[in-house]
């Protein structure tokens, strides 16, 4: 069975950078599609950006075109958000997940598994 472990979250100033991990394990990475989700307080749970099984095809939620980047290595079983430009809207709690054909629809409705989160707080 798939488990997903999220590491990098932390404290950073506006205009900062972080890089989130997502290690895979019980499973090889390569079968599934993977997303990166965001929570903020309050808020709902919402789609940031989704990545094919071989990484060919990346999905972005409009607002993070251009400051967030997703990127995998299957060999390693990881995947990666590269976040720059962080605002303190992005503050919020950051899981990975997997689920099919994410890369199609970066929804949580099509998720079938999902990590334990890591906190991201972007605050001066």
């Known amino acids: 069975q798939l488990q997903l472990v999220e590491s990098g979250g932390g404290l950073v100033q506006p205009g900062g950078s972080l890089r989130l991990s997502c290690a895979a394990s019980?499973?090889?990475?390569?079968?599934?599609?993977i997303g990166w989700f965001r929570q903020a307080p309050g808020k709902e749970r919402e789609g940031v950006s989704c990545?094919?099984?071989?990484?060919?095809?990346?999905n972005y939620v409009n607002t993070m075109k251009g400051r967030f980047t997703i990127s995998r290595d299957n060999a390693k079983n990881t995947v990666y958000l590269q976040m720059t430009s962080l605002k303190p809207e992005d503050t919020a709690i950051y899981y990975c997940?997997?689920?099919?054909?994410?890369?199609?629809?970066?929804?949580?409705?099509?998720?079938?598994?999902w990590g334990q989160g890591t906190q991201v707080t972007v605050s001066s």
């Open positions: 997940a997997a689920g099919p054909s994410l890369e199609s629809g970066c929804a949580t409705s099509r998720v079938t598994s």
């Open positions: 019980g499973s090889p990475l390569d079968y599934y599609a």
């Open positions: 990545i094919s099984p071989s990484g060919g095809t990346t």
